[in-house]
């Protein structure tokens, strides 16, 4: 007998990775385009603007890892916490908890006597896989990896910081502040495009929301560059 695959492939698998992904460049991007504009704006020389650029993508690569590894450490220990409570409810109240799983698949749509069937013998097969699932919406497919969404976000957020940097070293110090914004804005829309792509979202309206915030992130930068630029001057 022949066994079937499932192929399917579902953007829910991959949110873990993509979100970090998606944050990282784009706030690789904006923030170090950003910076590179403010700095341009109030007047600094082209080696000026490049190592406030080189400083703005370590520092902000660093703060993405850091924040991404703390903030889904904590999902984390609150899933692990919840896990152990069940599990503990599992051995001291095991006829509760079963009763507990059958009101879940009543209230999803299946007769009293069927669910009931079913929750015995998925809390036979695996009692604490089936709650996780089920009652805390735990499963291995978005569980919590705090590692791997440090890392991606770090190296997606270099990735990110790179273009406007390229963009620096190539065009006249003239021309950076202007030239900076555009390829910017033009890498923005690409990239907006891309993340709604992926996640199954309408391209159009990923690549506005993102270029818009873009857009007036560095039209800020910009303002506080040349007013203190004049100041300064």
Do not use: C
Request: no cysteine.
């Amino acid at each position: 007998m022949s066994r079937l695959s499932h192929s399917e492939i579902h953007m829910v698998h991959r949110i873990g990775w993509l979100r970090a992904a998606v944050l990282g460049a784009n706030d690789g991007l904006v923030s170090t385009a950003s910076l590179v504009v403010g700095v341009a704006a109030a007047g600094s020389g082209k080696p000026e603007v490049m190592i406030a650029g080189l400083a703005g993508l370590m520092a902000g690569a660093m703060s993405m890892a850091a924040g991404e590894y703390v903030s889904v450490s904590s999902q984390t220990d609150a899933e692990q916490a919840d896990l152990a409570r069940e599990s503990r409810e599992l051995e001291e109240t095991p006829e509760a908890e079963l009763e507990e799983l059958t009101r879940i698949y009543v209230e999803r749509g299946l007769d009293r006597d069927l669910a009931e069937k079913v929750a015995v013998q998925l809390t036979e097969r695996d009692a604490l896989g089936s709650h996780a699932r089920d009652e805390l919406g735990i499963s291995e497919t978005v569980a919590a990896r705090p590692i791997q969404a440090a890392l991606v976000s770090a190296l997606t957020f270099a990735v990110g910081a790179v273009l406007p940097l390229i963009v620096v070293m190539l065009v006249p110090e003239a021309q950076i502040a202007p030239l900076v914004a555009g390829s910017t804005i033009l890498g923005l829309a690409v990239l907006g495009g891309l993340g709604a792509s992926a996640g199954g979202a309408g391209i159009v309206r990923g690549a506005a929301r993102v270029t818009l915030w873009g857009a007036l992130a560095m039209a800020a930068t910009a303002g506080v560059g040349a007013l203190f630029g004049v100041a300064v001057g």
